[in-house]
């Protein structure tokens, strides 16, 4: 997930050039090796220094915040890394949250201090949510912000809904603390829940 | 955005006087800092104890000062309120900037030989 700074047009330009440079055809997530015809999934903290290079703040006047992940789908094992992004939420069967934290500054600030990435092992069940900061920044007509502490609330809320109508339910809830005010920035979230982990003998 | 600006023992002071920096008085924020750095300003010391809320394009307005002095000089804010502190912290600009919550320390780290 990805946030560019500012508005309109031009902040949706960067957000599709963007968009290109995380392709696994035309981008950096992926590499060919010289020694075998095999692709190799480049780390979470390799592409987002690749992302620092290639987007200067000079070059558009914007910078972006990234959440960026790379899970193994067959062993549950998750890679992350975020550049000055609100951090995701790891939220586990018994209702544990983890905040997935690892990273560094915004991407184009060329500040030289490296990305940190992080680890976790997911299980059947697990659930992640990626989120923009228009969510917890929404505001209500007394200047209130709906704030982290409620998202963590809605999200881990037991008995736990399916992911469609948990966010249902969640875009539902934010109109509702904003008293029906337009939100002041846009709303991105994305779930994902692990279904099934492969064993060892069924792995490809 | 409305501000009050001196300049005392070579260090541009920058009060903001609004209690937003976003979108809307951005551009007008960013060229007023950037004149001033035109004129030969190299220490900044901004004093935002009165801003309440700073959106990614108040953010860029810093960004940009940034690097229009391109490491040939330094910014400090002070009078950083706390949810204003959570973004900084947040976006690790905490890293980049130097932040007070006090507006008198901007001006002292600058003041430092």
Partial sequence: VIDVSGHGVPSAMLTVALSRSLSAETGYTVQS??????KQIVSPCEVLRNLDREYPFERFSKFFSISYLVLNCQTGHLRFSSAGHPPPFLIRTDGTVRELDAGGTLIGIGTGVDFEEGAA?????????????GIPERANAKGELFGIERLREKLTAIPRAGLASLLDGLMVTLDSFATHQPAA???????????KKLE????M | VNIENHVELGILRVRVLDKRMDAHGAPDFKQKLTAMVERGNRL??????NVEFIDSS?????VSLLKQL??????AIGGVRDSVGGLFKLTRLDKVFQIFSDPQAAIEALAQP
């Fill in chain 1, 33 to 38: 090796s010289m020694h075998t015809v095999a």
């Fill in chain 1, 121 to 133: 092992d997911l299980e059947k069940g697990d659930r992640i949510f990626l989120y923009t900061d």
């Fill in chain 1, 185 to 195: 920035d846009d709303i991105t979230i994305c779930a994902l829940e692990f279904t």
């Fill in chain 1, 200 to 203: 060892a003998n069924e792995r």
């Fill in chain 2, 44 to 49: 900044i010391a901004l004093d935002i104890s």
């Fill in chain 2, 58 to 62: 108040g953010l860029g307005v810093l």
């Fill in chain 2, 70 to 75: 391109g490491g040939q000089g330094e910014i």
